[in-house]
């Protein structure tokens, strides 16, 4: 299983970024998906959670009406839309795998793959 993760840069402040996670290895379809992220010195964060058919999501309130979660199963891949992006929106962001049926979960201890990260820096 492979989740690879891209999109991340350096972006400013009010910028916008799309991070994309391509699966492989894996039926996309029986995951839920997942996105946390990871500041310097912090401990890692829920960020947004899309159920396998995309027909439910969850965001952090941080980051609820800014960031969008989507997924594309016959593409194989999941999204982040990021907007509005502020200082605090730094770190490594990491997407995650869920084979956990039922209702997303906010808890990185609920995912079974992870991919390898990506920075996204917000300056000014």
């Known amino acids: 299983v492979q989740l690879q993760v891209s999109g991340g840069g350096l972006v400013q402040t009010g910028g916008s970024l799309r991070l994309t996670c391509a699966a492989s290895?894996?039926?996309?379809?029986?995951?839920?998906m997942g996105w946390f992220r990871q500041a310097p010195g912090s401990e890692r964060e829920f960020v947004a959670a899309?159920?396998?058919?995309?027909?439910?999501?969850a965001y952090a309130d941080a980051v609820k009406g800014r960031f969008t979660i989507s997924r594309n199963n016959a593409e194989k891949t999941v999204s982040l839309q990021m907007k509005s992006l502020n200082f605090d929106d730094t770190a490594i962001y990491y997407c995650?795998?869920?084979?956990?049926?039922?209702?997303?979960?906010?808890?990185?201890?609920?995912?079974?793959?992870w991919g390898q990260g990506t920075l996204v820096t917000v300056s000014s």
């Open positions: 290895g894996l039926t996309l379809s029986r995951y839920n």
């Open positions: 899309i159920n396998w058919s995309g027909g439910s999501t």
């Open positions: 995650a795998a869920d084979a956990t049926p039922g209702r997303v979960n906010v808890g990185a201890r609920e995912y079974d793959y």
